[in-house]
């Protein structure tokens, strides 16, 4: 939208220069570009460009979540196949985003991300790194991409660990972690929108229906990027412990811990 446009084009020495200071660590999936087409046949049209925030998946393999920090609307419709068990059997085939509730629920038994300490301490710094720079711009109502993929033995390779020796450059999410066979891709998107008329009548309304004013979708920025940092804090907790990893899979958690994140 235009408003998008504007607000990226206002920040852009900001964003350059946060995106620069974190040595290029920042989970904020980069915009390459803004171009607009004119055409006598229609109205200019304002395009931006991207980066895909997650690398190339096998679909069959993986949960895709949207994550905000709130509750309030953040279920996706879902039937169960399982009770209990782990969240791909729970799952099934379905290929939904699914959202903070459902993430909270498939978590709770399965452990979804029981990451080593070292790595959910610098995950989580990152993040409330991110979350306060977009703050710092009147920026809310972005969601953290997260993606969970089932990995396979072959996954697991020297150049994926040579890749994270060298360091993870080339992209704004951290490199596969691998955690009991589990990969994560993650990215801040949707972060362009800011607190203005429209989320503040949106605000005012859901609360007026009687909806959890805090945890709404729209709040202040400050008040959102607390709440967000708390959800990443409180589910990101870095737990587990107990792994029994092939060498290489070693290697790559042990390289992670290297790396100035």
Not at 108 to 113: I, P, V
Not at 122 to 141: N, P, T, V, W, Y
């Amino acid at each position: 939208s235009a408003g998008e446009r504007d607000k990226m084009l206002g920040m852009l020495d900001d964003y350059i220069q946060y995106i620069q200071q974190s040595g290029n660590r920042s989970l904020i999936t980069r915009i390459y570009g803004i171009f607009e087409i004119r055409t006598n046949y229609f109205e200019p049209v304002t395009l931006m460009i991207m980066q895909n925030a997650i690398n190339a998946i096998e679909e069959e393999l993986a949960l895709t979540f949207d994550l905000k920090g709130s509750s309030v609307g953040r279920e996706t419709k879902l039937v169960y196949q399982q009770r209990r068990g782990s969240a791909f059997a729970r799952v099934g085939k379905s290929k939904k985003v699914l959202k903070d509730t459902n993430f909270l629920q498939l978590s709770k038994d399965s452990g979804l991300m029981d990451l080593p300490q070292h790595v959910a301490k610098r995950l989580i710094e990152q993040l409330k790194a991110d979350s306060a720079f977009l703050a710092s711009h009147g920026i809310m109502d972005y969601s953290l991409l997260l993606v969970v993929e089932r990995g396979r033995s072959e996954r697991v390779s020297t150049a994926v660990t040579e890749h994270i020796v060298q360091g993870a450059n080339e992209g704004p999410q951290l490199p596969p972690v691998e955690d009991r066979k589990l990969f994560y891709h993650l990215g801040v998107i949707d972060y362009l929108q800011t607190w203005d008329i429209n989320k503040k009548i949106e605000a005012c309304t859901k609360s007026f229906l009687g909806k959890d004013k805090k945890m709404i979708s729209a709040v202040e920025p400050q008040s959102y990027s607390r709440r967000f940092c708390d959800m990443i804090e409180a589910n990101f907790s870095g737990s587990y412990s107990g792994f029994s990893l092939r060498r290489e899979s070693r290697l790559l958690i042990q390289s992670l811990s290297d790396l100035d994140l």
